[in-house]
T-cell receptor
Framework: DTGVSQNPRHKITKRGQNVTFRCDPI?????LYWYRQTLGQGPEFLTY????????KSRLLSDRFSAERPKGSFSTLEIQRTEQGDSAMYLC???????????FGSGTRLTVV | GDSVTQMEGPVTLSEEAFLTINCTYT??????LFWYVQYPGEGLQLLLK?????DKGSNKGFEATYRKETTSFHLEKGSVQVSDSAVYFC???????????FGSGTRLQVQP
């Protein structure tokens, strides 16, 4: 198992463009999480899936953000009409039901210019 | 709401020095507590955890004890190495929630 994989590692986009990130969790993990981390801060929770169901969304997840996990395996996070304030590291993590603590991916660094 | 407060860094120590990184929390339920470590250029890794009061988590020479009476989960290591240089995050997950609430992180720099 290669752990939690995120693609791309880096993304530079112009303000107003749409971007999509992909996360491939550890294969047997049924829970998947998205977090956002800005420079000098800890990660902030965005959303959480159990299998294909999105069970919790943070207030940080504005209507420009959408996340999917269509078959309960990989997940995508899309940001529409990007703004400079969206520049951050986007982290994905996964876990097994009943487990405490996650496995994080290395993240996708988004820069909006 | 839930919150985690960590001591500000950077913390700069010489090799073999004793390390303490303070962490206090506020939670509405009975949280589980975690320390994560982020090495340069890498993702966060779970370092240790404790799920109830008086539990001690330990890993790689690091320890932290869940103190309900002081709402604290301080990270300690008796003798740090240069390879311990990283950013350390304290986090909690409150009762019935899957989301983690993180502190802002403490950068540790260990000099040879």
């Amino acid at each position: 198992d290669t752990g939690v994989s995120q693609n791309p590692r880096h993304k530079i986009t112009k303000r107003g463009q749409n971007v999509t990130f992909r996360c491939d969790p550890i294969s047997e993990h049924n829970r998947l999480y998205w977090y956002r981390q800005t420079l000098g801060q800890g990660p902030e929770f965005l959303t959480y899936f159990q299998n294909e169901a999105q069970l919790e969304k943070s207030r940080l997840l504005s209507d420009r953000f959408s996340a999917e996990r269509p078959k309960g395996s990989f997940s995508t996070l899309e940001i529409q009409r990007t703004e400079q304030g969206d520049s951050a590291m986007y982290l994905c993590a996964s876990s097994l039901e009943g487990e405490n603590g996650y496995t994080f991916g290395s993240g996708t660094r988004l820069t909006v210019v | 709401g839930d919150s985690v407060t960590q001591m500000e860094g950077p913390v700069t120590l010489s090799e073999e020095a004793f390390l303490t990184i303070n962490c206090t929390y506020t939670a509405t339920g009975y949280p589980s507590l975690f320390w994560y470590v982020q090495y340069p250029g890498e993702g966060l890794q779970l370092l240790l955890k404790a799920t109830k009061a008086d539990d001690k988590g330990s890993n790689k020479g690091f320890e932290a004890t869940y103190r309900k009476e002081t709402t604290s989960f301080h990270l300690e290591k008796g003798s740090v190495q240069v390879s311990d240089s990283a950013v350390y995050f304290c986090a909690l997950s409150d009762t019935g929630r899957r989301a983690l609430t993180f502190g802002s992180g403490t950068r540790l720099q260990v000099q040879p």
